[in-house]
């Protein structure tokens, strides 16, 4: 089922938050704009006059994933350098690294159709991937590659070792948002939680073993 309407979200955005419920549950191809209509109580043609095709729509409930996981970035507010602000202003690429992934696992919760849906969109997108006009996900993998190339270990990678370095950190963030069903009928809850527990201390550790390993290098 889609997530319920949020009151104090304006009319679009709880269209794309429907859209994104459905399209997280049934991926792309497993909904359709009439069943979206439907389960927002519009008709198909409403919803196409606010969105124009299920593409564009579907590539707005991409661009607002983008831009939710950029805004989880530590970063020091311009405004003040007091307090937390001079705190993330001090740190290091990696530790930026290690805080903005562990801020993923611990926004995930609350959002792992979020996870759901970018699993499905590599699974899913075999054949629109030679079509697709944008890549709405591009400036957060962007910031996310920049941000590994200030690491000194990496700063001078090629920027296939980053984009596989990237790869394998968030594909750990978002297997591990989505496996909390399977988990917990294989093991139990209880081992679940303590798993879930340890998982984002367990990521930081990674994510140092992979910055200090540092690329690949081809012998």
């Known amino acids: 089922m889609a997530s319920a309407f949020h009151p104090s979200a304006s009319t679009r955005e709880r269209m794309i938050d429907e859209a994104r419920a459905l399209f997280a549950e049934r991926g792309f191809y497993g909904v359709s704009i009439a069943q979206i209509a439907a389960e927002l109580g519009l008709t198909k043609q409403a919803l196409l006059h606010h969105f124009g095709t299920k593409e564009r729509l579907y590539g707005l409930v991409l661009e607002q994933i983008a831009e939710q996981l950029i805004s989880l970035q530590p970063r020091p507010n311009s405004a003040s ?41 590599i699974l899913d997108n075999q054949v629109r991937a030679e079509h697709v006009g944008s890549w709405y996900l591009k400036p957060f993998l962007d910031e ?53 527990a340890v998982f984002a201390r367990q990521m930081r550790q990674m994510v140092q073993a992979v910055l200090d390993a540092g690329p690949v290098i081809d012998q």
């Open 144 to 196: 996310f590659t920049a941000l590994l190339r200030r690491v000194p270990s990496w700063s001078c990678a090629p920027d296939a070792q980053l984009q596989a370095c990237l790869l394998q950190l968030l594909g750990a963030v978002n297997y591990h948002a989505v496996s909390g069903p399977t988990v917990r009928g294989i093991f139990g809850a209880e081992a679940a939680y303590q798993m879930n």
């Open 81 to 121: 350098k007091a307090g937390k602000d001079a705190e993330v202003a001090d740190l290091g690429p990696a530790q930026q690294l290690q805080d903005w992934l562990t801020a993923m696992i611990s926004d995930t919760p609350l959002r792992v159709e979020r996870s759901r849906l970018l699993m499905r969109e």
